[in-house]
Every structure is written in C-alpha cells, then in structure tokens.
C-alpha cells in the first residue's frame, strides 16, 4: 500500500512539473508572437509608407526644378501636406489592425477614392503603354475605412501596372453591387500568376517579385498580405484568378452595410 501511494505521490509531482513547464513554454510562445506582431506591422508600415513617399519624392524634384513655377510648387506643397496627413492615417489603421482595435468606418465613394490613387501616384499610365479602364457608378458607395480602403485599391494597382510592365497592357477597375455586398475587381492583361503560386499569394513575405525580374522594386511580399489583413478587418472577402501570359483579376466583397 505504502508502495502504492508514493507512485501516485510521483506521478502528481511529475505531472504538476510538466503542467508548469507546460505554462512556461506558453508564456513564451505568446511573448514570440507578440515581437512576430510587432515585426510584421512594422514591415507593413515600411511597405505602405514607402508607396506614399515615392509620388512625394517625384513632386519634390520636379518643384526644384522649376523654382519660377509658383503653380507647380504650390500643387507640391499640398500634395506634400494631403499625403502627410495620409501616412499618419495610415500608420493609425495598421496599429488598430495589429491591436484588434475597432476602426471608424464611412460612406466612401469608390470612384473617389480611385481618383485619389491615380492622384497621389502622379504618373501617366499612358506613358507606359497601359490603357486604363474604370467601371464604376459614380454615386456606388461601400461602408469602409477610406484610407485603408485607398491603400488597399493602391497596392493592387501598382501590381497591375507591373505586371504589364514594359509591353504595356489593359488595366480595368470596375466595381457593381449585390443585395448584399459591394464587388470591386482590379484586372490586368499582364504576365499572369503560376498556379503553384496562388494558394501562397496572400501569405506574409511570399513574393513572386525575384531580384532578377524586371520588376521596377523588388518585392518584400507584404502588399497583397496587407491588402487581405484590410479586406478581413472589414468582414470581406478578396480572392484572384490568373492564369500565366493572360492576366490577373482580383476580386474584393465588402458587405454592404450602408
């Protein structure tokens, strides 16, 4: 009996040790999330500001460039001053996205917020061969955070444009409405996307943008995973078809809420 009641002592203290060692490696595993957290949202800063300070960049050097044109400097100041206050958006609606944090949601008009892309990238598309399209009713609204909504709409743009890059293409962004939801789709007639590829495209640092492509910035596989942590923050849905050498169309559901 005695014999008994010791190995049931044991296997209590054994067990109680690796219950212990068991909430210890938990602890951890949280503490490596949490810096895996941090390190992400601070890749995707980089990213999305990144796509911010380029246009900035360009508008800064054509007003040094003509000093006597007060228009033109003018028109780079504000656009310095718009896309400032958008940045600080920005960096706002990631950290709220990394913290769980509920963001404030408006009626946006989708056709708007598409001018604003073009606006704030400042570059003719026409110049590198690509023919744009947009579809989209001008009074057709969707209930989202506009700014990140606009991030979101800019990085698949970028992609499309480079997709087409340097043979030029066909771009087409249209966008329509369910009883329940708003569709928005961004399609190119560029290079296109390898089947093995498209289960990983939204994974964090997954990037089909090789240092030896003719990709004008090499990828650091954080856009379209920013783009899905965005459309999943707004209870939505964004998916892609391709097929390589004929293009690639990617699809945003956004519940219609309004």
């Known amino acids: 009996m005695a014999g008994i009641i010791e190995k049931r002592r044991t296997l209590h203290r054994q067990l109680a040790e690796r219950q212990n060692t068991n909430e210890q490696l938990q602890t951890q595993i949280q503490q490596l999330q949490t810096l895996a957290n941090l390190g992400m949202v601070s890749a995707m800063i980089a990213h999305e500001i990144n796509n911010i300070l380029t246009p900035l960049e360009n508008y800064a050097h054509l007003a040094i460039q003509n000093p006597d044109d007060e228009a033109l400097i003018f028109k ?13 958006k920005i960096l706002e609606g990631i950290l709220a996205m990394a913290t769980g944090r509920e963001q404030e949601k408006t009626d946006c008009l989708i056709n708007a917020i598409v001018d604003d892309v073009f606006l704030c990238l400042a570059r003719d598309f026409a110049r590198d061969n690509i023919n744009v399209g947009i579809q989209i009713s001008e009074y057709l609204t969707v209930r989202a955070q506009p700014v990140c909504l606009q991030q979101v709409l800019m990085n698949l743009i970028l992609n499309a444009r480079e997709a087409m890059l340097p043979q030029g293409g ?31 495209i939204f994974q964090p640092f997954f990037t089909t943008k090789l240092k030896e492509s003719k990709s004008e910035r090499p990828g650091a596989g954080l856009g379209l995973a920013f783009c ?11 998916s892609v078809e391709s ?3 004929c293009g690639t169309k990617f699809k945003i559901i956004l519940p219609n809420d309004s």
């Open 76 to 88: 780079a100041l504000r656009k310095t001053a718009s896309n400032s206050k958008r940045a600080s």
């Open 170 to 200: 066909k771009m087409t962004i249209s966008a329509g409405q369910t009883d329940d939801s708003v569709i928005i789709e961004v399609a190119d007639t560029g290079c296109g996307i390898e089947s093995e590829n498209l289960a990983k």
């Open 228 to 238: 899905k942590k965005v459309v999943d923050g707004h209870n939505g849905v964004i």
């Open 243 to 245: 097929e390589p050498g």
